[in-house]
């Protein structure tokens, strides 16, 4: 058996949409990402919702829509992707690491407070792995000094925390539908406000800069109701990137968020049945304290002693796994902004990510546990236990 770490579930619902964009021959930016755009804040409950082609690109966007001076500080998590901190980079502002609560491993709010300083503007708030943050204590904090919060909601969507939708938290939430993700569009991304103001430059920013529709601007080139020569005209005021998404990957879009609730049970029904088939297991513990029944999570990991014993195991049994992540605060490119968080740092190299999309089998769920369970497990020596109790 060959079991995947990852996987996108796409198929006829997918291309049916796919088909209707190659139908009208646009496949840029038109329609179907207005129409996704309008669903999606819809589902996830917000005023406002742009398409992006990456969550990279929309907690780039984000952070800079605040127009924080250069060389002021974020907050991020050091447990976390790339670009919950090179978003920071991008802007020229300065990551600052927060270390990890020890039973969540969310963003510690502890460690939050003591690395907070008053050139601190923001805070990256990652609901690591899908487990939300405590958005009710981090924006009560944030207000009081002062500071705006980004959600990074790449691991979810589609949640409440404390009856509120995540990523409706903070001044802007950011999601991702890269391949990997919880829904996807191959690549892509949106980012949602409920605030009138933060968003209004968004539009110029993911379209070098020209805040025009040009699907519509398109329709105006053959318009004889109108007859100046100005239809193609626009003006640039801003140093925008190329950071839309386009029809065809919202096309997809449309199709997965009809099925994300679906996929979303699915993930968590795949996960109530790892947490009761390792609960009897000394070696492995559930990485986090999940609730599958209450939040929806993109991976599904344990802690474990002997991460790379075990990882070795189940490779040898076709099983794929991974590791999420290398703390930030170790990784080179940061090493110049300082500040350890020693909590995580010591902790990671027990973490191992198991096989979860929405289309893996309980058949493919039980061979992992199975082979959880066959694992023997080293001793430090590199001795099994086992047999060295034997001698
Ligand atoms: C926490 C987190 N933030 C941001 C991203 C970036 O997402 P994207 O690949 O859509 O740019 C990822 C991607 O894995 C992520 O895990």
């Given amino acids: 058996m060959n079991v995947r770490l990852f996987k996108p579930s796409v198929g006829e619902q997918e291309l049916a949409k796919i088909k209707e964009a190659f139908d009208r021959s646009w496949l840029g930016m038109g329609p179907a990402l207005k129409a996704f755009e ?3 804040a ?22 800079m829509s605040f127009g924080f001076p250069e060389g002021k500080k974020v907050l991020v998590p050091s447990l976390t992707f790339a670009s919950s901190a090179t978003a920071a980079l991008y802007n020229r502002l300065e990551p600052v690491f927060v270390d990890s609560d020890p039973v969540t491993l969310g963003m510690s709010l502890e460690d939050l407070k003591r690395k907070y300083d008053e050139d601190c503007v923001a805070i990256m708030a990652v609901h690591y792995a899908g487990h939300p943050l405590p958005m ?61 103001d933060a ?34 005209f626009y003006e640039i005021s801003l140093p925008g990137y190329k950071y839309n998404m386009n029809d065809l990957a919202a096309s997809i879009g449309l199709a997965q968020l009809e099925r ?6 699915r993930r968590s029904a795949i996960i109530r049945r790892y947490l009761d088939g390792i609960a009897g297991m000394a070696h492995v513990q559930p990485l986090l304290p999940f609730e ?24 040898s ?75």
Avoid at 42 to 63: D, K, M, R, V, W
Avoid at 145 to 152: A, N, Y
Avoid at 358 to 377: G, K, R, S, W
Wanted: glycine residues 8%.
């Fill in 38 to 40: 309008k669903k999606w």
């Fill in 42 to 63: 819809a589902f996830i409950e917000c005023e406002q919702a742009y398409g992006l082609n990456s969550a990279t690109a929309a907690l780039h966007l984000a952070l």
């Fill in 136 to 196: 009710d204590e981090i924006m009560d904090f944030a207000q009081e000094k002062g500071l705006k919060v980004v959600e990074d909601c790449a691991h979810t969507a589609g949640a409440k925390y404390k009856g509120k939708m995540i990523g409706t938290w903070g001044h802007i939430g950011c999601f991702s539908f890269e391949e990997k993700k919880v829904m996807t569009t191959g690549d892509g991304g949106m980012i949602c406000s409920n605030d009138p």
């Fill in 199 to 232: 968003l209004k430059d968004i539009k110029a920013l993911r379209w070098v800069g020209i805040d025009k529709d040009n699907w519509k601007t398109a329709k105006k080139y053959t318009d004889t109701s109108n007859m100046d020569a100005m239809h193609w």
């Fill in 260 to 265: 994300l609730p679906e996929m979303n049970r």
């Fill in 292 to 315: 599958p029944e209450r939040y929806y999570y993109w991976m599904f990991a344990i802690r474990t002693e002997q991460r790379d014993d075990l990882m070795v195991h189940l490779k």
């Fill in 317 to 391: 049994k076709g099983i794929a796994t991974g590791c999420h992540y290398t703390p930030l605060s170790t990784q080179p490119l940061f090493e110049r902004y300082g500040g350890s968080c020693p909590y995580v740092e010591q902790e990671a190299h027990k973490f191992i990510t198991l096989p979860l999309h929405a289309d893996l089998t309980n058949e493919e769920v039980d061979y992992v546990l199975e082979h959880l369970q066959h694992f023997q497990p080293q001793s430090k020596t590199g001795v099994s236990e086992i047999s060295a109790s034997k001698a």
